[in-house]
């Protein structure tokens, strides 16, 4: 469900997603050494045609999806056909990811990059003024209502594919699931937002894709989620934890179908119900 990135981890020396340490466990009132696995996050550079641009904490794997998903969601790039080579370089400071974009999307970029004054580890990227926090958005339209059942079948096979979730408790996930509920892509993140790019990239560069497929995400719904998922032109969203209301409003405005509290055959339809077949 995750093949290796061309770049895989193994051929460049990354560091493994995942690190033993060892600890002490109380339960029932006996304490014992133990040994545990803990989620790894690096920081990763974002750097486009020489200048970097921005510097995310994220787990170092997928990283070539991670970087095409977070240009296109950030609108850096309009399409993957801008982006015409991605390398990685590992340092002794972190992972430096190189990606050469096109003349017009560079341009634009530097153009951004001369208004900003500063930039927080977490939240809308790029963004430093009020008027840039809600971007404009497709107008997302489905061949087909998301039916129930499929909602319930990407649930259900979910935690089947979080193997360094399993292992560590620390990550998020996030797929892109097929009009059936079938999970096509798969990614994890410590980082919600980070997963959710590295699915988006990895549907950047599939050949055709599903008219019907839905976004899940094992995180909540805030604006930035919403708006990745529009972005990437995905008018269903589920989402195992709560909405907030601004990411309810821009679902609304621009015809997403966002489901919230998604846990077995639950959910709640915040947005659109139109979208949504009770099968």
């Known amino acids: 469900m995750n093949p290796a990135e061309p770049n895989d981890a193994s051929a460049l020396h990354l560091p493994a997603p995942a690190a033993e340490q060892t600890v002490l466990r109380l339960r029932g009132g006996v304490a014992t050494d133990a040994m545990d696995h803990l989620a790894e996050e690096v920081p990763v550079a974002l750097v486009y045609n020489g200048i970097s641009h921005a510097v995310m904490m994220a787990t170092p794997r997928d990283l070539e999806a991670f970087a095409l998903g977070f240009s296109l969601t950030e609108a850096i790039i309009d399409n993957a056909a801008e982006c015409y080579g991605i390398d ?36 809308l990227c790029g963004v430093d003024s009020l008027d840039q926090v809600y971007r404009s958005l497709p107008v997302l339209t489905r061949p087909a209502p ?39 892509i798969v990614r994890e993140d410590v ?80 947005a659109n119900p139109a979208g949504l077949l009770l099968d």
């Not at 974009?101 to 208004?115: D, G, P, Q, T």
Request: proline share 3%; charged share 20%.
């Open 88 to 123: 990685i370089e590992v340092g002794e400071a972190g992972v430096a990811v190189h990606l050469e974009i096109a003349s017009r999307a560079f341009v634009a970029l530097k153009e951004r990059r001369r208004s900003l004054t500063g930039r927080t580890g977490c939240g």
């Open 191 to 270: 980082g919600r937002h980070n997963a959710l790019d590295k699915v988006i990239g990895a549907m950047a560069r599939l050949p055709a894709r599903d008219p019907a497929g839905f976004m899940l995400i094992s995180s909540r719904v805030s604006v930035e989620m919403a708006q990745k998922t529009a972005m990437a032109g995905v008018a269903a969203l589920v989402a195992v934890s709560a909405p907030t209301a601004a990411a309810i409003r821009l679902a609304e405005g621009c015809g997403m179908t966002v489901i919230a509290f998604a846990r077995g055959e639950d959910f709640v339809c915040y």
């Open 146 to 184: 998301l039916a129930r059942s499929a909602i319930v079948r990407a649930l259900a096979g979910l935690k089947g594919e979080q193997p360094l979730n399993r292992l560590t408790g620390a990550t998020h996930a996030a797929a892109w699931c097929g009009g059936d509920g079938s999970l096509l």
